[in-house]
DNA sequence: CTAATTGCTCCAGTGGCTAGAGGTTCAAGA
DNA sequence: TCTTGAACCTCTAGCCACTGGAGCAATTAG
């Protein structure tokens, strides 16, 4: 049996995150001490260990609990599991491709500065005058 | 003279968004019609602009209001502005990295699934079994 | 003049936590 | 066995950057 604490050591994920878990419906309700705290076994331990590494990958809580009730059939097609890690991985993509751009512009606008006042900074200017930019955003 | 609807159409920026900027300091009261509703003119639009394009860059709210603070002083160094450009340079460099492993594994993941069932879906038991990824993270 | 659109303020909600107040329980050492 | 201090409990509010709705007032096109 663990506390709280312990889960929280284990899976690195802070204490009032796991009952913020617990309230979104993550995270079945534990068991309680005589003194009303949370006991958790090793099944919830591993559920957590689910949650923290979805959530690593940027999975949504909503997409989590939909894999969770998923893994509860395992005799269920697994199309839907399939797909919310493909959509997943899409919209990573999908950052990785915006940030590029915004690196690519930021570069020029952090290393174009040569003026020593405010009044002829290329941050500023650079901010100020879209038409300074190379792409389109 | 401009109102927040135009403002809006003209910068792409929502209405409710225009009000908030106003409330957090971004930008100054503006003028009022007889009526009671906001009239801007072009330094306001510029403003504007800049906050709309400095957003997009991913820069905080906080962030772009020290812009705009060391912008009325032409007359400083602009060594700030150097610095908040290249914090963020940096800050989107680590996104972008962090990113890409989750593009790495959830490649993995979402490419692997070869199972019919939720029962051996690789998707799933990748996430359950934190052993099955390459990287660390 | 009328009707549709746009505007106003104020308040509440989003997601995913995080922190604090004020109190209770637990576990280890004396 | 007692004590002390850490860990736990619930409840509430705050974070960021918006977004949306209610209920009403002003503007504008026909």
Avoid: W
Wanted: glycine fraction near 8%; proline fraction near 4%; hydrophobic fraction near 35%.
């Amino acid at each position: 049996m663990y506390s709280i604490g312990d889960l929280s050591r284990l899976t690195k994920v802070k204490v009032p995150t796991i009952r913020y878990y617990e309230q979104m419906g993550l995270l079945d309700a534990p068991e309680r001490s005589e003194g009303n705290q949370r006991r958790f076994g090793k099944p919830e331990l591993e559920r957590l260990a689910f949650i923290r590494h979805a959530r690593d990958l940027g999975l949504k809580i909503d997409s989590i609990r939909q894999l969770i009730d998923l893994s509860g059939h395992p005799d269920r097609p697994c199309g839907d599991a399939d797909r919310i890690a493909k959509e997943q991985l899409a919209s990573v993509r999908e950052r990785i491709a915006s940030l590029r751009k915004l690196e690519a512009e930021l570069e020029r606008i952090a290393t174009c500065c040569t003026g020593e006042t405010v009044g002829d900074c290329y941050v500023i200017r650079a901010l100020s005058d879209h038409a300074l930019c190379d792409g389109d955003h």
